[in-house]
């Protein structure tokens, strides 16, 4: 069928490749019938790109209804040949796309699959390959040899890439007239289910219904067979389209593995005209939160692909969401450059952000546990979009949870409010790194003597989106790390809203801050700590401290503003200080970098010397103890 040239070319697998397969081909899959529809869906996908070409270059005039996928089984020779007459691919193409892992190949790939692998065989629904792009390597889990002939639209030269997914590959020139690609399955002893025509046919219909490509099994005898129905599936009404239609469409394009948590699939008519299939899947995506991850739909125009990746129809803050949308209002020959700038693109893009938040609000009213575990999965992702889109920080406040000083559990701004004391007027908040660190924060206790409930802002992004947000239902977001904040309208205490300092205390305070220097902007008597010594505290002005903590992080020179020391006048060691500040300069040296470096400690940094932060302990402990 196929005779090889002159030109041979022999290469061992890279490193990361050659760990895949075997964890392929040995352990990940439960159900190995998943090969043949990664391989039907190369197919569709190598058809849709020739698709395009008809009807955009010149130079290829392959009529669209002549686009075509073909099976064929022999019993006697133990192979299965998928063939279609998509696009194909030149040598370098085969090299790239089946030599190595171009994109997969990375630590958290590898590891990710590694974990998933197990001895476990039940986990039906892990179908890992499809999620990182390598369903062209479930082969081997069926066959101990394969050839793959291909030949690129206009190209002179066919091309054969072969391999046991053992040792490595070889490509070699072949004849081959037509231009798209052939792959021989050379079917192992113990697989041959995989050669009978009926079994073919289940899995085919199983999974590959909805390609808008005919599937045809040839036996050379009979007249070629149509193993599927051949219509794309967000074309048909959805009256007409099954739950379990929905899922393989969702897993065939990479959307997610089990059932998908949302769909939304609806046909737009009238000045914009459109038909979107989206899917909100079940579990985050391994690379979910890699700087370079970009939201990425399938868009076509009249059911031809202009791309794979359209990072134009929905932002980045929703990059969770998998699926196509199918428009005939934008014209075949836009190149990328310009589908970023097209105003068609521009309003579908808008549409559908509202339709996706207006979706998540009915599921957060009807369904509080599925919502729930949405949120787990993309809460943190969605909201970026607060501190992106602002015509929609409303919305997505509105949808966003948050952990509260009150309880375990997450609750909305708008519970949040709902509870709040009938005297409070702010959204109080303390922005940790984690859960943890907040609840042992100084700043908590005057909060939780006056039952004032705290949330908890520990993602990342949360310290940007109020930059952009400062408030929520006419009430401001309040820092218990920033300024001054005052409390005592929540107090029935009438001893307490006319208690003043200890005498003598603006003395200490003094004599703190003229020890302390540099360190801080300045020192204050608290009105806030119960039951701590000191807190630091960013000025009005300045950065809260989490924000502080990120960009260190980003910036390795960044310093950020000094911070004011809080003392509290109450406590024991700070009136002990106050007898002796005057007696005990030493002491009170050593205890006022004491307090200071306390208080980094608290919020999670490190004394500013070390050396002499342990000098300084010990020096006190030594007191203390004799």
Same mark, same amino acid.
């Given at each position: ?66 686009? +075509? ?16 007459? *998509? ?47 390598? %369903? ?15 030949? %690129? ?11 046991? #997914?053992?040792? #490595? ?20 002893? @113990? ?5 009978? +025509? ?25 007249? !070629? ?59 985050? $995506?391994?690379?979910? &939160? ?10 076509? @125009? ?32 836009? =190149? ?77 701004? =708008? ?21 943890? /660190? ?10 939780? +003597? ?9 993602? $990342? ?10 408030? &929520? ?9 920033? *300024? ?5 309208? &929540? ?9 003043? !300092?200890?005498? %003598? ?11 302390? %220097? ?32 990120? /960009? ?43 307090? &200071? ?6 919020? #999670? ?16 402990? *030594?007191?203390?103890?004799?």
């Amino acid at each position: 069928m196929n005779n090889e040239g002159n030109f041979s070319m022999k290469k061992a697998f890279e490193a990361d490749t050659g760990r895949v397969l075997n964890i392929v081909i040995n352990s990940l899959y439960s159900e190995k019938e998943i090969f043949l529809r990664e391989l039907i869906s190369n197919s569709s996908d190598a058809l849709d790109k020739r698709r395009f070409l008809s009807l955009t270059d010149k130079n290829d005039n392959v009529g669209t209804d002549d686009l +075509k996928i073909e099976i064929q089984a022999s019993k006697k020779d133990s192979t299965l040949i998928i063939k279609d007459n *998509g696009v194909g691919m030149s040598k370098e193409e085969l090299e790239k796309s089946l030599g190595t892992i171009a994109k997969s190949g990375t630590t958290e790939f590898l590891a990710e699959l590694e974990k998933n692998s197990g001895k476990d065989k039940k986990k039906k629904d892990v179908n890992l390959i499809g999620q990182f792009g390598v %369903g062209f390597y479930s082969a081997f889990m069926v066959a101990d040899k394969v050839e793959v002939v291909s030949k %690129g639209v206009g190209q002179t030269k066919a091309n054969k890439w072969e391999s046991d #997914g053992i040792s #490595g590959y070889e490509i070699s020139e072949a004849n081959k007239e037509e231009v798209g690609t052939e792959i021989t399955l050379h079917i192992k002893k @113990s697989e041959k289910e995989y050669l009978d +025509k009926e079994r073919i046919g289940f899995i085919t219909r199983k999974y590959s219904d909805h390609l808008m490509y005919s599937v045809n099994f040839i036996d050379g005898k009979n007249e !070629p067979e149509l193993l599927n129905k051949a219509s794309a599936i967000w074309t048909r009404e959805k009256k007409d389209i099954s739950a379990e239609q929905y899922e393989e469409f969702y897993k065939q394009i990479g959307a997610g593995f089990n059932k998908p948590l949302l769909t939304l699939h609806n046909k737009v008519e009238g000045t914009l005209s459109y038909i979107n299939l989206l899917f909100i899947p079940d579990s985050r $995506p391994f690379d979910l &939160f890699q700087m370079d991850v970009k939201s990425k739909i399938k868009l076509y @125009s009249n059911r031809v692909l202009i791309t794979d990746d359209s990072e134009s129809i929905l932002p980045r803050w929703l990059r969770f969401v998998k699926g196509i949308v199918d428009t005939s209002d934008v014209d075949l020959n836009v =190149s990328r450059e310009m589908l970023q700038h097209n105003v068609t693109l521009n309003k579908i893009s808008k549409a559908l952000k509202k339709r996706v938040i207006n979706e998540l609000k009915k599921m957060k009213d009807k369904d509080q546990e599925k919502y729930s575990s949405f949120w787990n999965e993309f809460g943190i992702v969605l909201k970026e979009g607060i501190y992106e889109d602002f015509d929609l920080k409303t919305e997505l406040l509105e949808l966003s949870k948050f952990q509260s000083m009150n309880g375990d559990k997450l609750v909305f701004l =708008s519970d949040y409010i709902e509870k709040m004391n009938t005297e409070q007027k702010d959204i109080y908040y303390l922005a940790a790194e984690n859960k943890e /660190m907040a609840e042992g924060s100084p700043h908590l206790e005057v909060f939780k +003597k006056k039952k004032l409930d705290v949330l908890f802002l520990t993602d $990342p992004i949360d310290t940007f989106w109020l930059s952009m947000a400062g408030e &929520f239902q006419d009430r401001k977001f309040v820092s218990i790390t920033k *300024g001054d904040i005052d409390l005592t309208a &929540f107090s029935d205490d009438k001893k307490e809203k006319e208690k003043k !300092p200890p005498a %003598g205390m603006k003395g200490l305070v003094e004599k703190i801050k003229e020890i302390l %220097g540099e360190n801080v902007q300045d020192v204050k008597v608290s009105t806030k700590l119960v039951d701590s010594a000191c807190c630091l505290v960013a000025p009005d002005t300045g950065m809260d401290v989490q924000m502080e903590r990120i /960009m260190k992080i980003q910036n390795k020179d960044f310093k950020g503003m000094p911070r004011i020391l809080e003392i509290n006048p109450d406590h024991n060691i700070i009136k002990k200080l106050n007898k002796i500040k005057d007696t005990d300069k030493d002491a009170l040296n050593d205890a006022s970098f004491l307090l &200071f470096d306390q208080a980094k400690m608290v919020e #999670g940094e490190l004394p500013n010397d070390i050396a002499k932060f342990n000098q300084r302990m010990s020096k006190f402990l *030594g007191i203390a103890l004799s």
